[in-house]
């Protein structure tokens, strides 16, 4: 089999104060497994700068590969563009992958790639690599079994392009990066483009590997990024166990239906330092309206459990959703006013495809007290700036707007007002 030379690319945000801050994952995993095969592998950024217009010359690339979520569509066109109309020596094969391409094919079907690659892209990426791939779409998902047998992460292989991501958290500032104990989501909150799909958990033992290398990389703090971790304590001991072990403290997503005080002791005794969740909000009408299968109680038990044990509470919030009226924004205020979380991101509900809400009212749905209208790009901007793409019945997209900002002047969250800090220079021990 002949050896290719592929390139992944990672497209920037500048709509976000800084997208140097989570290193994308996904990229990094269909990098390692496809390296594995023996094929030369580079992740890049399409755009250093993200201001940036024309792209590099990438005629000595066999495969070009492009990650794409929604709000970076127009960079991916533009790169589409320019490759299509380059003259190469060779047939370069272009594809389409991550959630832009899974929830929005039919958009991606008029442009000029190659392949376009729906859910986990392992698989189809080698396949399309090495000439077995016979349609044009193609939709993966590993099973558990899949997923185990894939390689550990290869973090220090791909060191170049990673360390431009770091931000610091704790007490002590210590360098954090991401990892990730799982895929998927049982729960079917309508608003979530992955609501409902399997759950595949990242064996200990490969976490134990990532962890080395982590380490090595001069890495002391973790946030654990999936949906998943805190969803069973039995999942989660073994992992909080280990980082304890090795003095790594973490932030991770917490849910407050499976929140319970014998939880909320292990994560303050593993050196769990902040938990972000999803309140959502504030109105048990509008958790009803969007099958959160949680009660407002138990977000106000979730955050007096964290307090308790001096955890950081990072409450996740949107208004914006079916049914939202000015007495259920007002009870996501209390929320804040009177959960005691220490901080909280509100975002105004983006309908993005994928979704039940979005696919029910695309469908005509006339239950559903929302209208979307323009098309959703990002749901948080730079400098805390948001916009409104829906209405409800008693609400105009510029009453919803306004809501949103005045909350957010009134309480000046961190997570709106503290711009990202982001180290310039990082101390590895790797050389
Ligand atoms: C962590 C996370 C973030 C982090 C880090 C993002 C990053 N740098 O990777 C932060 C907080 C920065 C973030 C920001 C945003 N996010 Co986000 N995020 C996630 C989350 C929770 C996990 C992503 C992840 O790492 N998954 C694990 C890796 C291994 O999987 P993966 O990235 O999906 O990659 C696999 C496949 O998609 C595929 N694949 C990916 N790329 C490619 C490329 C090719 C060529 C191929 C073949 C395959 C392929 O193969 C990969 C390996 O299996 C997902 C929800 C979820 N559970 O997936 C939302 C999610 C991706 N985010 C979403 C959104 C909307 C946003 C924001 C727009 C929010 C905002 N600001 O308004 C921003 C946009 C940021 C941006 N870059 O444009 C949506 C995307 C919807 C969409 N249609 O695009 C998701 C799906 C959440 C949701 N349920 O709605 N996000």
């Known amino acids: 089999m002949d050896k290719k030379k592929v390139l992944l690319i990672s497209l920037r945000s500048p709509f976000l104060d800084s997208d140097r801050v989570?290193?994308?994952?996904?990229?990094?995993?269909?990098?390692t497994y496809v390296g594995q095969s023996g094929h030369e592998v580079d992740i890049e950024d399409a755009f250093e700068n993200p201001q940036e217009q024309i792209i590099k010359d990438y005629s000595d690339y066999d495969v070009i590969g492009v990650s794409i979520m929604t709000p970076q569509k127009e960079q991916a066109q533009k790169i589409i563009n320019q490759l299509k109309n380059r003259e190469t020596d060779k047939k370069q094969i272009l594809?389409?992958?991550?959630?832009?391409?899974?929830?929005y094919t039919s958009e991606l079907e008029e442009e000029n790639w190659d392949y376009i690659v729906k859910g986990d892209g392992e698989k189809p990426l080698l396949d399309i690599i090495e000439g077995r791939a016979t349609e044009r779409i193609i939709s993966s998902n590993l099973t558990q079994e899949e997923y185990n047998k894939l390689p550990v992460p290869n973090r220090i292989k791909f060191w170049n392009f990673l360390k431009k991501y770091t931000h610091?958290?704790?007490n002590d500032k210590r360098n954090a990066t991401t990892f990730l104990s799982?895929?998927?989501c049982p729960m079917g909150c309508t608003f979530c483009e992955n609501a409902r799909t399997p759950i595949r958990q990242t064996p200990i033992e490969k976490a134990k590997k990532e962890f080395d290398e982590i380490q090595r990389l001069g890495f002391n703090a973790i946030y654990i990024i999936d949906d998943l971790f805190t969803i069973s304590i039995d999942n989660v001991k073994p992992f909080a166990e280990e980082l304890k072990k090795r003095d790594i403290i973490y932030k991770c997503n917490g849910h407050a239906k499976f929140m319970t005080p014998e939880f909320a002791d292990l994560?303050?005794?593993?050196?769990?330092?902040e938990v972000g969740f999803g309140v959502?909000?504030?109105s048990q009408k509008i958790l009803d309206n969007v099958n959160k299968q949680t009660t407002v109680e138990q977000c106000y038990e979730f955050v007096r459990l964290m307090n308790e044990r001096e955890i950081r509470v990072k409450s996740f919030?949107?208004?914006?959703?079916?049914?939202e009226t000015y007495e259920t924004i007002e009870k996501t205020e209390k929320f804040i006013r009177e959960s005691g979380t220490d901080d909280f991101q509100l975002t105004i509900y983006t309908p993005y495809k994928g979704t039940a809400i979005r696919d029910n009212l695309d469908k005509g749905c006339k239950e559903i007290d929302l209208v979307v209208e323009k098309?959703?790009?990002?749901?948080?901007?730079?400098?805390?700036?948001?916009?409104?793409?829906v209405r409800t019945n008693a609400l105009s997209s510029e009453q919803i707007l306004q809501e949103r900002n005045r909350i957010v002047e009134k309480y000046k969250p961190a997570s709106h007002t503290k711009s990202r800090e982001d180290p310039s220079f990082f101390n590895t021990s790797l050389k």
């Open 95 to 103: 594809v389409a992958g991550g959630p832009h391409a899974q929830f």
């Open 317 to 323: 919030l949107m208004i914006g959703l079916p049914g």
């Open 267 to 273: 994560l303050a005794d593993t050196g769990c330092v």
């Open 22 to 31: 989570y290193p994308p994952l996904g990229l990094l995993y269909l990098a």
């Open 182 to 184: 799982g895929k998927g």
């Open 168 to 170: 610091t958290f704790g």
């Open 280 to 282: 959502e909000s504030g």
């Open 375 to 389: 098309e959703a790009f990002a749901h948080f901007r730079t400098k805390g700036k948001s916009e409104s793409v």
